[in-house]
C-alpha cells in the first residue's frame, strides 16, 4: 500500500464569520505514520479534521492529498478518495444490523457488487468477532463492540488515510488500549494516520510525530522522543496551573 | 351478525390499506428526513386528478394510473425538492412549514382553477361489482385498491430492507453524519426520498379516487388522515404505518356502522387531538429541521 502524504498549510477555518478557530495551522502527516495532533481544550484539534474530512471547508489555507487539494471536498467524496474517518463518539446506524453497517462501509463501491461482497467478507475475517455479532442491530451492542464495528465499517474500502478523533473516548481502559493497538496494525499496513486526541499518554505512545496547537495555531510539535519526558508538566501547562 | 361483523372489519381493513399509503410517504419523509411536507395532501389530490384525467381523456384504468403514478409523482417529487426544499431547508423551522403550506395552497387553488370544485368520481367497470364470500360483500374495487396498497407498501418495504440505497436512506435517517463518512450524498439521496414520499402520494390519490368522490378541497380531509397515520404509527416506520392505517381504517368502520355518517369525521378528528394530547410530544422527536 502506498499511501499519499497529508499536507495541511496557513490553514485558517471556522464557524463564525470574522472569528476562526483555526487561524494558520500548519501540518504534515507522512505516509505510513501515526501524527498526532494534541493540545487544550479550545485549540482547534476537531476543528482541525472536520476540515480534513470535508466537514467544514477552510477560509484559507490548503489541504493537500499527495498533489490533491481535498480542502473544498464535501465530506462524501472523501471515501473514494482513499479517506476513512472515524469520528469522535458513537457513529454506528443503530437500527440497522453489524452487517448493515459495515456493508454501508463500502457505498462508494455500490455499483461493484462482488468487490463489495469481497470487501465486506475480508472486514469480518479481520474482525471474526463481528461476524457472530452481523445479524444483532449496532444499537444493542457495547461501547467497544460499537467502536469496532465504526472500524471494520471504515475499513471496507481500504483506505489510505486514516482520520482518528479521540477514538477512546467512552471506552473501557482495556477496549480503549485495543483500538490503539489496532491503530498500530493499520500504521504497519502502510496506511497514514492523523490522530487528535486528548488522551495524551496514550497517543503519544503509538506517535510517530506530534503537534500541538494553541489557540488556533501550531505551538510546538516532534518526534514522539521529544514527548516523552514530564507529560504531566505538559499538560499542566495547558491549563495554566 | 357474524356476517356483518367480518363486512365491517373487511371493509376497515381494505380502506386501512388506502389509508396506510396515504401517510406512508408523509411518514417516510418526516421520520427519515424531518420534513413536515404538508403539502402532502396536496399531491394527494393530484394523483386522483390524474386517474380522473387518464381515465376520462385517454379510458386508463385506475390500476394502470396506480402504476404510472409512481414514475411521474417521483419525479414530481425530486423537482419540488430541488426547486424549494433545497432552498428553504437551511431556514428557520417556521418559514420552511410556511414555505411547504404555501406549496399546497398553491396546488389547492391551480386544481381548483383547473377543475373546479366540482367534485368528481371515477368510475371503472368494476366499480359497482362486488366479490361476496360466505355472505360478506366485498366491492371489487376496493379489493383492487387495497390490493395495490398493500403491494405498494411491501415494495417500500422490500426497498428499505434488502437494498443498499434503502439501507442508506435509513442511515442518513438514523444518523446524517455517520452517513456522509461512509460517503453518501446526503443531499442527492434526500431527493431520492423525498421523490418515493411523494410518489406513494400520488399513488394514494389514485387508490382513494377508486373509492371515494373527490374534488381540489378533499386535499385538506386526506392530510389530517395522513396525519393520524402518522401519529398513531409513528415515523419511518412502514410496519407501523400499515397498522396505523389500518387501524383508522378499522374505526372509521366500525364508526360507520353504528353511528350517523356526519359524525365519523367528527370521532377520527377528536381520535387526532386525543392521541396528540396523550403523546404530549407530538411530532417534535422526530423533527429535526421542519419544512
Known sequence: ?241 | MLTHVLSIVADGVLLGLIYAITGLGLSLVLGVMGIVNVAHSAFVMLGSFLAFELFRRFGVDPVVAFVLALPVFFVLGIVVYRVVITRVQSAAQTQGLVAMFGLMVLIENLGTIAWTTDTRVVTASYTNASLVLGGVVLPHVRLIAGGLALLLIGGVWAFLRFTLTGRAIRAMGQNPEAARIVGVDIARLSAVMFGLGIACAGAAGVALAMVFPFSPNTQVVWLAWAFLVVILGGLGSVASTLAAGIAVGLIQSVCTAVMPFDTVYLVLYVLLAVILTVRREGLSRAVRRTI
Do not use: C
Open chain 1, 1 to 241: 500500500m502506498t499511501a499519499p502524504p497529508l499536507r495541511i498549510a496557513g490553514l485558517h477555518a471556522g464557524y463564525v464569520p470574522g472569528h476562526p478557530i483555526l487561524r494558520g495551522v500548519d501540518l504534515v502527516a507522512e505516509a505510513g505514520r501515526i501524527t498526532v495532533v494534541l493540545g487544550p481544550n479550545g485549540a482547534g484539534k476537531s476543528t482541525l479534521l472536520k476540515v480534513v474530512a470535508g466537514f467544514l471547508a477552510p477560509l484559507r489555507g490548503s489541504v493537500m492529498l499527495g498533489d490533491d487539494d481535498i480542502g473544498a471536498l464535501p465530506a462524501h467524496r472523501h471515501v473514494a478518495l482513499g479517506i476513512g474517518l472515524l469520528p469522535q463518539g458513537r457513529s454506528t446506524f443503530p437500527d440497522l444490523t453489524v452487517e448493515e453497517n459495515i456493508e454501508l462501509g463500502g457505498w462508494s463501491m455500490r455499483n461493484d457488487r462482488r468487490r463489495l461482497a469481497e470487501a465486506v467478507e475480508a472486514v469480518l475475517t479481520r474482525y471474526p468477532h463481528l461476524r457472530a455479532l452481523r445479524r444483532r442491530a449496532a444499537g444493542s451492542l457495547s461501547g467497544g463492540q460499537q467502536r469496532a464495528v465504526e472500524i471494520a465499517r471504515m475499513l471496507v474500502p481500504d483506505p489510505r488515510v486514516l482520520l482518528v478523533d479521540e477514538p477512546s473516548v467512552g471506552l473501557s481502559p482495556i477496549v480503549a488500549r485495543q483500538v490503539y493497538q489496532e491503530l498500530q496494525a493499520l500504521r504497519a499496513e502502510g496506511r497514514t494516520i492523523l490522530l487528535v486526541d486528548q488522551d495524551v499518554r496514550a497517543a503519544i505512545a503509538v506517535a510517530d510525530y506530534v503537534y500541538v496547537l494553541g489557540s488556533g495555531r501550531n505551538d510546538i510539535e516532534g518526534d514522539r522522543s521529544a514527548f516523552e519526558g514530564d507529560l504531566g508538566a505538559m499538560v499542566r501547562g495547558w491549563l495554566g496551573v
